[in-house]
């Protein structure tokens, strides 16, 4: 009796020191400030593979940047609608976003835009280009007129490669 209460206490000790404690990584929100191109106060469209992961660890998939990778590598959040193409220094924003934009842009009039963001650069049927202080903002439309897609980049319009 006294040798079997032992070894369950010795069984029950090791059971004990060895397990570990896991933690749940938490996922920020994902918070666009779209006037200054710039994601949770510290990720711009010019950052890393690396950065990107380190301050959104809740990532779907990567790509290192390399030339055989697919529009040159980058990080994505599905869930959030969310797509950073690293090589080509812009963010991609689509219709399912869940994060939070600092302004009210995903679904809003193609007309209600002038007092946030002034003249298009470029003006087409379906996309606007606005000349941000920090390189570029584009903004698609669905055939309501509404805002469907959101890209912007440290790139100019003439310099900005986006992925097809």
């Not at 029950?12 to 994601?39: A, H, M, R, Y």
């Not at 939070?100 to 193609?110: E, I, N, V």
């Not at 698609?140 to 959101?150: F, L, P, Q, V």
Request: proline fraction near 4%; glycine fraction near 6%; hydrophobic fraction near 40%.
């Amino acid at each position: 009796m006294k040798t079997t209460f032992i070894t369950l206490c010795i069984l029950c000790f090791s059971v004990t020191l060895f397990g570990q404690l896991k933690t749940t990584v938490k996922c920020p929100v994902i918070e666009v400030d779209v006037l200054n191109g710039i994601i949770n106060h510290s990720i711009l469209p010019s950052s890393t593979v690396g950065e990107i992961k380190l301050h959104l660890p809740c990532f779907t998939s990567f790509e290192d940047e390399s030339a055989t990778a697919k529009c040159g590598g980058g990080v994505s959040y599905k869930k959030d609608d969310v797509y950073f193409f690293t090589s080509r220094d812009y963010v991609e924003i689509g219709p399912a976003f869940t994060g939070k934009l600092s302004l009210p842009l995903m679904g809003a009039s193609r007309n209600n835009l002038f007092h946030w963001l002034g003249a298009p650069q470029i003006k087409e049927a379906h996309w606007e280009a606005f000349q941000t202080s920090y390189g570029i903002l584009i903004l698609y439309y669905d055939t309501a007129d509404k805002i469907n897609k959101i890209q912007f980049s440290s790139k100019t319009a003439q310099t900005i490669q986006l992925c097809e």
